[in-house]
């Protein structure tokens, strides 16, 4: 048996632009605030060394581009999984126990699945509590190394950072 810890990375795609009716909401892009949000949380995971092994994302554009803004020069794996599109707790759990076995994942998701999948992990929320994602915010676990049943709370959370809280350094 193993004790080794593997990180989860969970990242909610960042702000969107809403103007446009006409669009579907898979369509829907990242609005100006919302590409700084992606640039700044990225570059927040350069300068604390927190690089991705692999990173899976929704197909989403608003996803796509968090991405893009997130990891551009990263060199981390990325794989777009159609299935984390507004995936659901169980969807999100059975992704997880997929998932290629590296040390670092990320997921590029959506609410309220995101919400739900760091309320089921977290170790030191309690039952009742949930945690509010808002946009291009970011949750970074250590959970066990066997994720082909994940329980709840057996998620250590190391951080949760919102882009209003990242103070980047020169």
């Known amino acids: 048996m193993s004790n080794r810890l593997r990180e989860l990375i969970l990242l909610r795609h960042a702000k969107s632009d809403w103007k446009d009716e006409n669009l579907e909401d ?9 590409k700084k949000s992606a640039a700044k949380v990225g570059k927040w995971l350069q300068q604390q ?9 929704s197909p989403a554009t608003r996803a796509q581009q968090t991405l893009k803004r997130i990891c551009s020069e ?9 299935t984390l599109y507004l ?21 590029i998701g959506h609410n309220p699945g995101l919400e739900r999948l ?4 977290n170790s030191a929320a309690e039952e009742s509590e949930t945690h509010l994602f808002p946009t291009a915010s970011l949750a970074h676990f250590i959970l066990p ?17 919102r882009p209003k809280d990242i103070q980047l350094t020169e």
Not at 118 to 121: A, E
Not at 145 to 156: A, E, I, P, V, Y
């Open 26 to 34: 898979i369509d829907r892009p990242l609005c100006n605030k919302g």
């Open 49 to 57: 060394n927190i690089i991705p092994d692999l990173i899976l994302t």
């Open 74 to 82: 990263c060199g981390s794996e990325t794989q777009t999984l159609d």
């Open 87 to 107: 995936a659901d707790l169980n969807t999100l759990i059975n992704i997880l126990a997929d998932a290629p076995d590296v040390d670092r994942l990320m997921i």
């Open 118 to 121: 760091f309320n089921f992990l």
């Open 145 to 161: 190394d066997n994720w082909q049943s994940l329980s709840r709370g057996d998620g250590k959370l190391l951080q949760f950072i």
